[in-house]
């Protein structure tokens, strides 16, 4: 889900390098979300699932652990942006949480606003627990926050905690490293960062993340997250070797006694994906056909993972009504939501996404960056 920092392909020749690992595992990981939610939302998987009950189950049910793969990339590409060498430098952290946010909240706040006017459409041509009431201004309000979940509104779309989730974690992974510049500056900051992130990935493994009353908040998951920071400066060419391991036992030896104390499936996955990350997550692969699909899905996941849910929610009120209620007939329209789905992210992608993107760019995100660029280099000039 985002979710998320996309890499700009380097130019190598005349054709383009792209991380085709990390294209990859976005679009298998946003695919099996679009699945979790229709096999959980219903009602079309309802009636389709005698047909296959052992594969509608798992996607209702561990198939949502795929939300991991985006935890974990979330942290490798904070790292690569935010501090790529591992080394924490002294400046202003609201340029770069305010990009963050530009990034992620325009598409999310006109994805919820289609989820807004799915729900009612849907509801005229049934009734289901994943139709939401009409939004109240200060829902909606809490939404463009990326706050909803923070004060106790309902999601209007599945998936929308994990957009909130994602600018929490980025946001405190950035304050984290300026708080570490600002404070720490020795010969030995080459490892603080590091070392104070392992401390932060602890707490949330034996602590947080044990706690779902922690669930709306970065600790619960920083523990994914930060394994992707570290799989970034574990997978540095230029490190040395015995810093390679360091920092892979870093990652490795909390987590593993962690899932001996209290074994999480989704924090097996976590470790998996960092794991893989830091071995291959660097790989530049020229883009071919053999990887155009991955790289298309890859490119247009975010826009998936937004609009997923308002698209499904239509097919599902639409089958209810008008299509017999066959198991046949049903999971006919559940293969015809999930590639819908994909259709409208890529519609999406391409009207609202690139374009937004483009603008914010373009004016540099608006004119609040500007402030936030000229307190930061203030910020240098006092100090």
Same mark, same amino acid.
């Given at each position: ?23 990859? $595992?976005? &679009?298998? %990981? /946003?695919? *099996?979300?679009? !699945?979790?939610?229709?096999? @959980?939302? +219903? =009602? ?124 929490? $974690?980025? &946001?405190? %992974? /950035?304050? *984290?490293?300026? !708080?570490?510049?600002?404070? @720490?500056? +020795? =010969? ?124 499904? $929610? ?70």
């Amino acid at each position: 889900m985002a979710v998320e920092d996309r890499i700009a392909p380097a130019a190598a020749g005349s054709q383009q390098t792209q991380f085709v690992l990390i294209n990859l $595992l976005k &679009a298998v %990981a /946003a695919q *099996l979300i679009v !699945l979790h939610h229709l096999a @959980f939302y +219903g =009602p079309m998987a309802d009636h389709a699932r005698p047909l296959a009950p052992a594969l509608f189950d798992w996607l209702a049910g561990d198939a949502r652990i795929a939300v991991q793969v985006f935890l974990v990339i979330g942290g490798f590409l904070a790292a690569k942006s935010l501090a790529p060498d591992g080394v924490a430098r002294p400046g202003n952290p609201l340029s770069a949480i305010w990009r963050r946010y530009v990034k992620l909240a325009p598409p999310f706040i006109v994805a919820t606003l289609l989820a807004a006017g799915a729900s009612a459409i849907a509801s005229m041509w049934m009734t289901h627990e994943s139709i939401s009431a009409a939004p109240s201004v200060s829902q909606l309000a809490a939404h463009v926050l990326l706050l909803h979940s923070v004060l106790g509104y309902e999601s209007l779309s599945a998936g929308a905690w994990y957009v909130a989730i994602d600018f929490q $974690l980025y &946001a405190g %992974a /950035a304050l *984290l490293l300026w !708080l570490c510049g600002r404070l @720490f500056n +020795g =010969p030995h900051r080459l490892w603080l960062v590091p070392g104070v992130l392992t401390v932060v990935v602890v707490s949330s493994l034996f602590y947080f993340n044990r706690d779902a009353d922690w669930d709306v908040w970065a600790p619960y998951f920083f523990g994914s997250y930060g394994l992707g920071m570290l799989a970034w400066w574990a997978g540095d060419a230029a490190r040395r070797p015995r810093a390679v391991l360091l920092l892979f036992l870093m990652m490795a030896v909390p987590t593993l006694v962690a899932l001996m104390l209290d074994f999480r499936s989704r924090i097996a996955v976590a470790l998996s994906v960092a794991c893989v990350l830091m071995l291959l997550g660097r790989v530049r692969v020229c883009s071919s056909a053999g990887w155009s699909v991955a790289n298309w899905l890859g490119k247009n996941s975010y826009s998936i993972f937004l609009v997923h849910f308002p698209v499904c $929610l239509i097919v599902n009120s639409g089958f209810n009504k008008f299509v017999p209620a066959q198991a046949g007939w049903q999971l006919i329209g559940t293969v015809v939501a999930w590639a819908a789905s994909i259709a409208g992210g890529a519609m999406f992608f391409r009207c609202v996404e690139a374009p937004l993107g483009r603008m914010t760019r373009i004016t540099g995100g608006s004119r609040a960056v500007q402030a936030l660029r000229g307190l930061a280099a203030k910020d240098i000039v006092l100090r």
